[in-house]
């Protein structure tokens, strides 16, 4: 049977770190909108900030689902299921909020936090802050077992690959192009286009 917390202590903070990556779930208020569900990790771009607060790194994507849909209203659930060991899943749900890179604050939380970071800091694309209203696990006995092999390469060189093809801007350049509205058209990343001289 599963367990509801009253919130994140030392225990399960052990636990969610010792996980190698963690998925996000969100939706936007229209029934016919699309449910979106991302995997996210290494795990050291989630901290958990005190009993009721989390907060994870999110990086330049194909896609700002996430950032969009909380935006619009907030509601976020974070999952982490245990591939190894005794079979468990936690599902951490409240109200999210985006801090994008360059807002005020950004830098300060971003050093206290003490993410794991990118090989390209330019990929930092914004810092998702979630308040917590719900902490529970259950069995996860559906979940296979499966050997962490390590972290791919792809993500590093296709951002080293942007800037220097590119230039200095070029990710930021994608994010206006990728990033700007979800796939049913909510605002996403707002970034000001660059006064050409």
Known sequence: MGKVFEGIDERLERWIAAQPMFFVGT???????????SPKGPIDTLRVL????????????????TVAH??????????LCAFSGPPRI????????VL????????????????????????RRSIVLVSLDRIADS???GVPLMSYQGRREHFDLWAAKKVRVGGP??????????NAASIDGLPAIDLPVPVSE
Do not use: K, W
Request: proline share 6%.
């Open 27 to 37: 939706a936007p208020l229209d029934p016919d909108g699309h449910v979106n569900v």
């Open 50 to 65: 005190g009993p009721s607060q989390v907060a994870y790194l999110d990086y330049v994507g194909s896609g700002a689902e």
């Open 70 to 79: 909380l935006r619009e209203n907030g509601r976020i659930v974070i999952m």
């Open 90 to 97: 936690v599902r951490l749900h409240g109200q999210g909020s």
């Open 100 to 123: 994008a890179a360059g807002d005020d604050g950004f830098d300060e939380l971003l050093c206290s936090c003490g993410f794991e970071e990118p090989v390209a800091p330019e990929t």
């Open 139 to 141: 069995c996860g006995y």
């Open 169 to 178: 801007e070029a990710l930021l350049d994608y994010q206006r192009e990728m």
